[in-house]
């Protein structure tokens, strides 16, 4: 079982927000909550409070391993995928049971989202990587706000959820997951 409770932000409301309270997870880039998950497990699962964290790529630029070490062990695997490729060699390991990770950040977009087909490119189509790299320094330049900081979410926690460690925050946020029996049946996708 890896149940993590994680923030729970994506129905807040917005509307009394003003310019200048625009915050962001922490990350490099908004591709996902990688950085932010990977360090809060670190810190609710093993006691441990990383600053850093540092990827290792590994088939490709698109394909990259984030590890946890405690006494010599690891202890957290999480992976960032980018592009169909990468997701297709994924899912086709997960079969195989050789695809090892805890946390796994899917994206469709070889680079991520910033580098997807909905910003802005060149003429020839490609890339405008000037202004890939200049969204990324207006992102980078946004302060940082943990989620669970947030007073929107502490509200909703208290309200709605009854509290930080309710039974309702068992039953909604938490999962459990367990092994299933594969049957062959036609709806089987083949990658």
Same mark, same amino acid.
């Given at each position: 079982?890896?149940?993590?409770? &994680?923030?729970?932000?994506?129905?807040?409301?917005?509307?009394?927000?003003?310019?200048?309270?625009?915050?962001? *997870?922490?990350?490099?880039?908004?591709?996902?909550?990688?950085?932010?998950? $990977?360090?809060? !497990?670190?810190?609710?699962? $093993? +006691?441990?409070?990383?600053?850093?964290?540092?990827? @290792?790529?590994?088939?490709?630029?698109?394909?990259?391993?984030?590890?946890?070490?405690?006494?010599?062990?690891?202890?957290?695997? $999480?992976?960032?995928?980018?592009?169909?490729?990468?997701?297709?060699?994924?899912? &086709? @390991?997960?079969?195989?049971? @050789? $695809?090892?990770? *805890?946390?796994?950040?899917?994206?469709?977009?070889?680079? +991520?989202?910033?580098?997807?087909?909905?910003?802005?490119?060149?003429?020839?189509?490609?890339?405008?990587?000037?202004?890939?790299?200049?969204?990324?320094?207006? #992102?980078? !330049?946004?302060?940082?706000?943990?989620?669970?900081?947030?007073? *929107?979410?502490?509200?909703?926690?208290?309200?709605?959820?009854?509290?930080?460690?309710?039974?309702?925050?068992?039953?909604?946020?938490?999962?459990? #997951?367990?092994?299933?029996?594969?049957?062959?049946?036609?709806?089987?996708?083949?990658?």
């Amino acid at each position: 079982n890896f149940g993590v409770d &994680l923030p729970f932000c994506c129905f807040l409301r917005f509307d009394d927000l003003k310019e200048g309270d625009v915050v962001r *997870h922490d990350g490099k880039r908004s591709d996902g909550y990688l950085e932010h998950i $990977f360090k809060h !497990a670190a810190k609710e699962l $093993f +006691g441990m409070d990383v600053k850093e964290i540092t990827y @290792k790529a590994l088939k490709n630029k698109d394909f990259q391993e984030v590890t946890l070490e405690k006494d010599g062990e690891t202890v957290l695997r $999480f992976a960032a995928a980018y592009g169909f490729r990468n997701i297709q060699n994924m899912v &086709l @390991k997960m079969k195989k049971g @050789k $695809f090892l990770y *805890h946390f796994v950040e899917v994206l469709a977009c070889p680079g +991520g989202c910033l580098n997807g087909k909905g910003q802005a490119q060149t003429e020839d189509g490609k890339p405008d990587r000037a202004l890939l790299a200049q969204m990324e320094e207006v #992102y980078a !330049a946004i302060p940082v706000r943990l989620p669970e900081t947030n007073l *929107h979410v502490q509200k909703m926690y208290q309200d709605w959820l009854e509290g930080m460690d309710s039974k309702k925050v068992q039953e909604t946020l938490h999962t459990t #997951y367990s092994a299933v029996n594969h049957t062959t049946s036609s709806l089987d996708i083949k990658w």
